[in-house]
């Protein structure tokens, strides 16, 4: 079992949170294969999209819904900051997770989360637990709640 993976289960446990990790038949790098592997709709994928604040320097994460596309322009004025690419570097140092599995919980350090209202249409949404071969489904109320996430628009 990969580091990430156990650090994502060991975080739900400590937040009480009570999720079932599922590892896929097929890489789940992109919103429809991970919908397909679930047999879910697209939008009930969270997708972790991260920026990097241009004045903060940290990484910004975007849950967004998995048919949406962040609007960098919208993502920036609900940042309050100037947002620029994030690379693999800082995606990994400030997450621990590499670009394809990044979880919306078990980061190796607090990050700023946005979340796309879209979710919340749903009872059940699938994220990805710190690899691009696993998942986990939550309440997106729940995910919210423990993540601080901001609920706003920021999709163009």
Known sequence: ??????????????????????ETAID???????????GCEVDQIAKSIIFRGERSGAAILF???????VDAG????????????AD???????TGFAIGGVSPIGHLNPIRTFMDPR?????????????????????????QQVTQAEVTCFTG
Do not use: C
Request: proline letters at 4%; a positive charge.
């Open 119 to 143: 979710l919340m249409d749903y009872d059940a949404i699938w994220a990805a637990a710190g690899t691009p071969r696993h998942l986990f489904a939550i309440d997106p109320r729940k995910l």
């Open 28 to 38: 789940t790098h992109t919103a429809a294969q991970a919908a397909q592997s679930q």
């Open 88 to 94: 693999a570097t800082l995606i990994r140092s400030q």
């Open 1 to 22: 079992m990969s580091k990430s993976l156990k650090r994502v289960q060991r975080h739900a446990e400590a937040l009480g949170l009570n999720i079932t990790v599922v």
């Open 63 to 69: 849950l967004t819904a998995g048919g949406n596309r």
């Open 74 to 85: 919208q993502a920036a004025i609900v940042s309050g900051e100037p947002l620029g690419k």
